[in-house]
């Protein structure tokens, strides 16, 4: 899977192009070197290369480029499960381990299937996994998006609240001072909005807009959540890149370190938000959300940075 890139892109051809490139050395290596005219002595070689074994590698399961090819995949893809903690990426290691086992038990035919078999499915089941991050997740924010909000709304109880929260002045914070520091405040907000505590659930509902769902709870029990986490996003500061400052970072000479650096501008980010709770009059959760859409647009006349509930 290809993310976005797609196949008929410079590098989907050239991820193409490389596998196609690989696919026709393996098939080569079953040829008798006679057959090959031209290339026997090609063939030779790299057979030899790729079946070589230091002297003292009489233990090795493996010729020795084969364990080092696994052993530099198997690095790779740890180090991007960690970093990026894609499904895609676990699914690439687990068929990668498997095709090991595979590897190791080499003319067991039985034991090889086995093997063959459990790493197409890990590699299938990471294909499910990223298909679900994909579609369930907000790319920029790492919290679930709006399919995610629409399909746990209706598995709700028939108690609980919700609250809309909302950006206070974006646009205008946008156009000032860019789309990089307005990606940055909605990360920043989706953070602490994730950390929101008492049970609740947080989502990106669209643009500067955010949804918070607390299952099983009534609006006094999330109201002070809400305002601890209003008054959280409230106090942090942000500082903003000058214009003048330079993209990279200047060296240590005596020069540089007399100069002195631009500031960026230090400004700071509030969120405005309506709540509500199920009632009996208010049964279906699309209710519920546009009674918290009416109390939110309350604290926007209220002059905004404030809880109001309804």
């Not at 196949?7 to 098939?27: D, N, Q, R």
């Not at 057959?35 to 790729?50: M, R, T, V």
């Not at 060296?251 to 002195?260: D, F, L, M, V, Y």
């Not at 049964?283 to 859409?293: Q, T, Y």
């Amino acid at each position: 899977m290809s993310e976005e890139r797609g196949i008929l892109t410079p590098s989907g051809f050239a991820k193409g192009l490389s596998l196609l490139s690989w696919g026709l050395i393996i098939a080569t290596l079953g040829y008798p070197a006679n057959d090959l005219g031209i290339f026997s002595n090609l063939w030779i070689d790299l057979h030899y290369a790729l079946q070589w074994r230091p002297n003292w590698g009489g233990w090795m399961p493996l010729p020795a480029p084969a364990l080092a090819s696994f052993a530099l995949a198997t690095l790779i893809l740890t180090v991007k499960l960690i970093r990026k903690h894609r499904p895609m990426d676990a699914g690439y290691l687990g068929g990668l381990i498997a095709l090991f086992g595979a590897a190791l038990r080499h003319g067991e035919p039985s034991a090889t299937l086995v093997f063959i078999s459990l790493s197409s499915l890990l590699l299938v089941l990471g294909i499910f996994q990223e298909s679900h991050r994909m579609a369930f997740l907000d790319e920029l924010t790492g919290i679930p998006g709006r399919r995610a909000l629409l399909a746990d709304m209706k598995k709700l109880g028939r108690r609980y609240s919700l609250a809309m929260v909302d950006i206070d002045f974006f646009k205008k914070f946008n156009d000032t001072h860019g789309h990089d520091v307005g990606d940055q405040v909605l990360r920043m907000v989706s953070s602490r909005l994730n950390q929101t505590g008492g049970g609740s659930r947080a989502y990106r509902y669209g643009g500067e807009e955010f949804t918070l769902l607390f299952p099983g709870k009534s609006i006094d029990e999330a109201i002070d959540v809400l305002e601890d986490v209003r008054e959280r996003i409230q106090d942090t500061i942000f500082v903003v890149r000058g214009s003048n400052r330079p993209n990279k970072k200047p060296g240590r000479s005596k020069k540089n370190q007399t100069r002195k650096r631009p500031e960026g501008k230090r400004t700071k980010v509030t969120v405005s938000i309506g709540l509500s709770q199920r009632t009996d009059k208010q049964e279906d959760p699309s209710d519920v959300m546009k009674k918290a859409d009416r109390a939110l647009y309350k604290a926007k006349d209220k002059g905004r940075n404030c809880v109001i509930s309804k």
